[in-house]
């Protein structure tokens, strides 16, 4: 999966309104559950090179018992980058490029059809495990829509690795003669 | 012992071998997927265990007991009472309502109508088409047809329930949601499950996969019936 | 499109479709031989002479009179009604897989005038098969049974054939009737290809036929008192008035018990439904609310044999009550009495062959319907639901609406005839007797002396009602309807294989 822009995705948790650091890790783990945990440290650097290109302003200081904490607000030209980044459609897949494709390639380049087969089944095996896992998040009674949309998400992608996985095994003969003619 | 198994299950449809020597376990409470291309003798492995098919060679054992060499009624009755079976599509009697299709099994084992009828509402509500209770079939979306056949599977509240394809003829939404229902409802009556599909995804819905090949369970490492980590959940 | 492609469409099929095209052929065959039989009869010349100058070539009194050769041919005509019920019947066996696969040909892109050929030209050359055979069978037959007595005369009209393009007409008129029909019925697949996919609720039925049924008994009761005002007035009546009496009577009796039987099939399904506790009861009552009108399709032709059935019981016993009349007053006639009663016997062995017959396209239908839902029988065999609970639900279905209708087409066959054929009385008037040998009775000179004029006492003899006979013709029907019931629970066992879940 590509990087995701954390810039945009604070901003966009800022539209509701001010909200300071905590509050801003708290809400992007709560609304993208399944995602990469986001460290505290990035947060504030983030908010601060927004900071610094204008995009949000500090809102006012917070004093509850703890440490300061500074509340964030969206600017004028906050809301434009935002509404920008929105309304730019993804390139579907502008490079074939991935991990899993570019290993098995090269497997196939410098082993034999067997160490490729061998690493196929193995991540076709991982894919499953983490198949099931996923499934299982998303069954639980107490899953919510949250995470039902995160697993659906990874689930469709996992499904879609799984059935690639399948069909090249299958082709992985013809293939290493096509390779090494 | 072990609870369900295939030993050595060899099933031909006229000369054309459909299962050839087919040994599997199914361990109570699990829910067990059997994957692999079509044609593959996966629906007759799922027939055979259930006791609809009878195995030319090899045996089906069910807690002990050689389920193959049950008489048909015997079989029958083994169905009606402790399995449940699931089919992909047109398993619903065209006549019959919602109600009265799902009710049909404890008609048979002799409920009152009364009460049939009240677990039948209860089933449908579970799988959420009480509002179908009294339509036709022939009335409903393939989604709510799915959801009256499953109760209907269920409602007997059997130790197995054999799967073949149940989301074979949805969408994928109404697919999973099917799925979701029977797997919840499954895990709550501790009933094990055998599901045949072709699917990766619906596949994901069970606690091990077995993969078929040209009438084999597949044991070259394709098949991934050893329990991967977390498999148990 | 081409022949050869319309031809290959056409016989594109299943066993069952192989099955229709037999049955059809077969029907189209009987029903050749029925018709080229009653026209071979009405062929018959009439020598020179008098209305009543009988063809004396023939041993049969049927034969020979002029006035008894068109009840004849209007009996073997008679025979035709359960055979083309049959050819219905058998026109509907595995159609709606055929409509299925006519469906897919439509959404593949056929026209609906090329899903129109294609059907038409699968019923039009299975019956053409079926006349030309039936064509073939007649013409040997006529040679085979061309046996003149010692005497020279002929049991059988084989000395005589009807004209060729009346048998022309019969031959290539009957399949493309067939063919027009298949056409007709063909209305649903051809306007949307979707629309045989899905299976809704049919009408609910109205007790109307029974509207149907007293007018055809008042159209018989009224036959005789239309009758008598005529002759009171010393007039006659149009000649068109008492036979469309008696026909439209027929008819609308008739279609009246065959229409009765959807709506007592649906009020028996609901009553049944209501009190049903065993899953057998329970899946034929709602197959007899969900189709009412398979119960008229399928008993049509039962029903009609019948209800012909009992009106000649019903004459019978009228009959017998007028030969007791006049055998009491003295009157009558002693010697044709055995002779109409042969005639009768006759009537009867036509009316059981016109049951068989129905029981065919019975066992059809009956077969029909469990092939029909092979699916989701298989399904529940699958499941564990035993063979023996969907035949006991294949019998309720088929006996539920059987028993009543069958009393009904008893009943009103019966008394249609009894409304004419009232209680017959003679006497109450005084008549010449003359009691002496029939010599002298015989010579005008001597008769005078022995004669007096004696009162005669009124005599009315009431018909005994034909239990007996109605019982048999009960009995009869019953047993076509379980034997249909029992050769298709053995399709059953066929039909449930669990390959049946592989089809579609």
Redesign the interface.
């Known amino acids: 999966m590509d990087r995701v822009s954390t810039s945009h995705v604070l901003l966009g948790l800022l539209a509701a309104g001010p909200r300071h650091g905590y509050e801003l890790k708290r809400a992007h783990d709560e609304r993208l559950p399944r995602a990469r945990p986001l460290a505290f440290g990035q947060v504030y650097a983030t908010l601060a090179r927004l900071q610094r290109d204008g995009l949000v302003v500090p809102a006012g200081q917070e004093r509850e018992g703890g440490p300061d904490r500074t509340t964030y607000a969206l600017t004028e030209e906050g809301r434009t980058a935002l509404d920008r980044w929105l309304a730019a459609v993804e390139p579907p897949m502008p490079y074939v490029a991935s991990t899993l494709f570019a290993k098995v390639v090269v497997a196939l380049l410098v082993a034999d059809p067997e160490r490729t087969r ?1 690493y196929l ?1 193995a991540q ?2 991982a894919h ?2 983490r ?6 998040v ?2 639980a ?1 107490s899953a919510g829509l949250n995470d039902v949309i995160a697993a659906d998400f990874a ?2 992608h ?2 879609a690795d ?2 690639w996985l ?1 069909t090249t ?1 299958d082709r992985v003969a013809d293939w290493h003669r096509e390779v090494h003619p | 012992m072990t609870y369900l198994e295939a030993r050595g299950v060899v099933r031909a449809y006229g000369p054309t071998p459909a299962l050839r020597g087919v040994t599997l376990d199914v361990a109570e409470g699990e829910i067990l997927a059997v994957t692999g291309p079509s044609g593959c003798g996966k629906s007759t492995l799922l027939h055979c265990l259930a006791g609809i098919l009878r195995p030319d060679a090899g045996q089906v054992t069910w807690r002990g007991e050689r389920i193959d060499e049950w008489s048909e009624a015997a079989r029958s009755r083994l169905r009606r009472t402790e399995f449940g079976v699931l089919f992909q599509f047109g398993q619903l009697v065209a006549e019959l309502t919602a109600a009265e299709n799902v009710a049909l099994p404890l008609l048979l084992a002799g409920t009152g109508r009364r009460a049939a009828r009240a677990a039948a509402l209860a089933w449908l509500e579970r799988l959420g088409v009480a509002e179908v209770a009294d339509v036709l079939p022939g009335e409903m979306s393939g989604g709510q047809q799915q959801r009256c056949a499953t109760a209907r599977a269920l409602v007997t509240e059997p130790r197995v329930l054999f799967a073949d394809e149940p989301t074979g003829a949805l969408d994928t939404v109404t697919g999973e949601q099917v799925l979701t229902q029977l797997v919840r409802l499954a895990r709550e009556q501790r009933t094990t499950v055998v599901l045949v599909t072709h699917e990766p995804r619906v596949a994901g819905y069970a606690d091990r996969e077995v993969t078929m090949r040209d009438g084999l369970v597949d044991h070259s490492g394709l098949g991934l019936d050893a329990p991967v980590s977390g498999g148990h959940w | 499109m081409r022949p050869g492609t319309l031809l290959r469409l056409a016989l594109a099929g299943t066993r069952t479709d192989g099955a229709r095209v037999a049955l059809t052929a077969l029907s189209a065959a009987l029903a050749t031989l029925a018709g080229l039989a009653a026209l071979t009869v009405l062929a018959v010349v009439k020598p020179p002479g008098d209305a009543r100058t009988e063809s004396v070539q023939y041993t049969s009194a049927l034969l020979r009179e002029p006035g008894l050769r068109p009840g004849v041919a209007f009996a073997l005509l008679m025979l035709m009604v359960p055979v083309l019920g049959l050819a219905g019947q058998c026109a509907r066996l595995g159609a709606p897989a055929r409509d299925r696969r006519l469906a897919a040909l439509r959404l593949a892109g056929a026209t609906p005038g090329q899903v129109t050929w294609i059907a038409a030209a699968e019923s039009g050359l299975a019956s053409l098969l079926g006349t030309g055979g039936a064509f073939v069978l007649y013409l040997a037959g006529r040679r085979m049974l061309h046996r003149p007595g010692p005497d020279g005369r002929l049991p059988l009209p084989t000395d005589v054939h009807p004209a060729p393009a009346v048998i022309v007409a019969v031959v290539v008129g009957l399949p493309l009737v067939a063919a027009l029909a298949s056409a007709l019925l063909l209305r649903r697949v051809t306007t949307t290809p979707f629309g045989v996919v899905r299976r809704v609720r049919t009408r609910v039925p109205w007790p109307w036929p029974g509207l149907l049924i007293l007018a055809g008994l008042a159209m018989f009761a009224a036959f005789q008192p239309v009758g008598l005002w005529y002759e009171r007035r010393h007039a006659e009546p149009p000649p068109w008035l008492l036979p469309t009496l008696l026909i439209g009577g027929s008819l609308a009796a008739m279609v009246g018990v065959v229409a009765g039987t959807g709506w007592i099939s649906y009020t028996l399904g609901r009553v049944l439904h209501r009190y049903a506790r065993r899953p057998a009861v329970l899946l034929a009552a709602r197959r007899l609310t969900a189709d009412p009108w398979a119960g008229s399709r399928t008993f049509a032709a039962l029903l009609a044999a019948l209800i012909f059935g009992a009106g000649t019981a019903g004459f019978r016993a009228g009959f017998l009550a007028e030969a007791e009349v006049h055998a009491r007053t003295g009157t009558g006639f002693g010697a044709p009495a055995e002779f109409y009663l042969g005639a009768m016997r006759l009537v009867d062995l036509a009316v059981a062959v016109a049951v068989a017959i129905a029981a065919g396209g019975l066992l059809v239908a009956v077969v029909d319907g469990i092939t029909a839902r092979r699916r989701a029988y298989a399904a529940l065999v699958a499941t564990g639901v035993p063979r023996g609970t969907i035949g006991r639900s294949v019998l309720w279905q088929s006996l539920t609406p059987a028993v009543p209708a069958i009393t009904l087409a008893l009943t009103v066959g019966y008394l249609l005839v009894r409304s004419v054929y009232r209680a017959p009385s003679a006497g109450g008037y005084s008549a010449e007797v003359c009691h002496a040998a029939e010599r002298l009775c015989g010579d005008p000179l001597t008769r005078a002396q022995y004669t007096r004029i004696e009162w005669v006492p009124k005599v009315t003899v009431t018909p005994d009602v034909p239990w007996e006979h109605l019982a048999w013709f009960a009995a009869g029907g019953l047993a076509a309807v379980l034997l249909t019931v029992g050769v298709g629970v053995l399709f059953l066992r066929a039909s449930t294989t669990l390959e049946e879940l592989r089809t579609t």
Not at chain 1, 131 to 136: K, V
């Open positions: 061998g089944i076709r095996r499953t495990a198949l099931r896992e996923l499934t299982a998303k069954t009674p689930i469709a996992l499904d799984l059935r399948h095994l």
